[in-house]
């Protein structure tokens, strides 16, 4: 099947443009400067967006599906719904919260299988690097996978343990072979520990956001990145730091750069969002690891975005059921939410886009801009660009239409993922997602009347997984 879709606010990784785009049976085809349209195009079935921006299907680098396993707190059916109305056509499902953890290629096996008729966008998977398996990521790798994910820090699962140097060592050898990304969260345990055992000896109150702030310092932070850009410097594999939250890493990460290390930066739209001089006492909802900084934080982070020091923008959509919150206590009226009893994590698939152009657009950033962090960017370190990421002839007709005028006030209805819980909720937010589509074919559609947004998904989840072989050095 042929056909086209119109804008005059293509984005492309180039700038806007008024164009026309044709695909062909899911591809892009073409890319037409409406002012040069080849006249056999005008025949084809055409949908007019006008002024609504066509940007390129998001790709969520860092996703939280929770399946199999702890199905009960989401899941591929819920996660990949909210992300097909977020504008989200792939998410990178992330290793842990699962069971069984994806540390082996049969763990692999389950989770693709759970996966397999249930998602709604497209997919793919990390691998797990915990201690002791280390002989099961090049494996993983031969598998399918992206890349691997290791924390430094326990996770909150105990399943997934975090790993030290000493074994992160015996892994790295076997994990730049592959070539593929390792991505780390980057936090050391012993200034953390230090802090809370200060916070607790001097009676410190857990109900407040400040108290949490203080139990998750930013030398955690930056004693983790050090430590990972020395094995960097000595290994020679792609490092990447999931969830940058301090702006005091800035320097040493661009030293590594200039070093020429191979080293890529996310941040996400709750630190870009977000600050904790706004975070009300028990608002446990605005938990997450590493914690929510200041405003000038959330400032240097925009101007390293901006520069190219962070490389892309990821969800870390982690959603737990609303008791792991603490939620149902602190309504009750029975006790108030402790950030030292909640679950940490922030769910945001459907509304990360209009989140971060909010922000983009009072600091002047293009629409552009925002396509190349959350969709280019993305691609290309989970090793798929050549498949999405941007409007190009060749690629899948990922797509999403997104009016950037227009605002609505986050409501549960619109949020579409299992627990409808949302730091954002009765925020009003700019930009507007309108229809998505998955290779070509219309997966989602948003309308909104004087009686509120009514939201329409294809009946039948379509979604497939990018599952990429990669050759080993064995030499």
Excluded at 69 to 74: A, H, L, V, Y
Excluded at 163 to 183: F, K, Q, S, V
Excluded at 404 to 415: E, K, N, R
Aim: some cysteine.
């Amino acid at each position: 099947m042929v056909h086209a879709l119109r804008s005059s606010r293509v984005v492309t990784p180039h700038g806007e443009l008024d164009a026309t785009i044709i695909i062909e049976d899911g591809i892009i085809t073409a890319v037409h400067p409406n002012a040069h349209l080849e006249s056999r195009t005008t025949h084809l079935p055409t949908e007019d967006l006008g002024n609504i921006a066509l940007l390129p299907g998001l790709v969520d680098a860092h996703t939280h599906i929770n399946e199999p396993g702890r199905t009960d707190w989401e899941g591929f059916a819920t996660a990949t719904r909210a992300a097909a109305a977020g504008g989200f056509t792939t998410v990178v499902d992330m290793p842990l919260n699962c069971l069984p953890e994806t540390t082996t290629v049969a763990a692999l096996e389950l989770k693709r299988e759970a996966a397999s008729k249930q998602a709604y966008v497209d997919y793919a998977l990390w691998g797990g690097c915990v201690d002791g398996n280390q002989l099961h990521l090049e494996p993983l790798a031969r598998a399918g996978v992206a890349g691997f994910k290791a924390f430094l820090i326990y996770p909150g699962c105990d399943g997934f343990t975090s790993i030290d140097r000493h074994n992160l060592e015996r892994a790295l050898p076997h994990i730049a072979a592959t070539g593929l990304p390792l991505l780390v969260h980057a936090e050391l345990e012993p200034s953390i520990a230090a802090a809370i055992a200060h916070l607790n000896a001097t009676g410190a109150d857990w109900t407040k956001y400040s108290t949490y702030l203080a139990s998750r310092p930013d030398q955690a932070e930056l004693e983790a990145i050090g430590m990972l850009i020395d094995l960097c410097r000595q290994h020679r594999f792609h490092l990447h730091i999931v969830h940058l939250s301090t702006m005091q890493a800035l320097p040493m990460l661009a030293a590594a750069r200039a070093e020429g290390l191979p080293i890529t930066v996310e941040t996400c739209p709750h630190y870009l969002h977000c600050a904790a001089e706004d975070i009300p006492d028990n608002g446990v909802l605005f938990k997450c690891a590493p914690p929510i900084r200041s405003a000038a934080n959330r400032e240097a982070l925009w101007s390293a975005l901006k520069d190219g020091l962070i490389d892309l923008i990821a969800t870390d959509h982690s959603p737990c059921p609303p008791e792991m919150k603490r939620l149902t206590a602190t309504q009750l009226g029975e006790e108030p939410g402790r950030f030292d009893e909640a679950w940490g994590g922030i769910a945001s698939l459907s509304t990360a886009l209009p989140i971060l152009w909010t922000e983009a657009s009072s600091r002047g950033c293009t629409l552009s801009q925002l396509a190349q962090w959350l969709s280019l960017a993305p691609a290309k370190l989970a090793g798929i660009d050549t498949h999405v990421g941007s409007i190009e002839p060749g690629k899948h007709a990922n797509l999403v239409a997104f009016d950037p005028d227009a605002s609505f006030i986050v409501t549960p209805d619109v949020l579409h993922y299992r627990h409808k819980l949302s730091p954002y909720m009765g925020e009003t937010l700019q930009g507007l997602v309108r229809s998505t589509w998955l290779r070509g074919e219309r997966i989602f559609t948003r309308t909104a009347t004087a009686q509120g947004i009514q939201d329409v998904f294809s009946i039948t989840p379509r979604g497939r997984e990018y599952a990429l072989s990669y050759p080993l050095n064995t030499q």
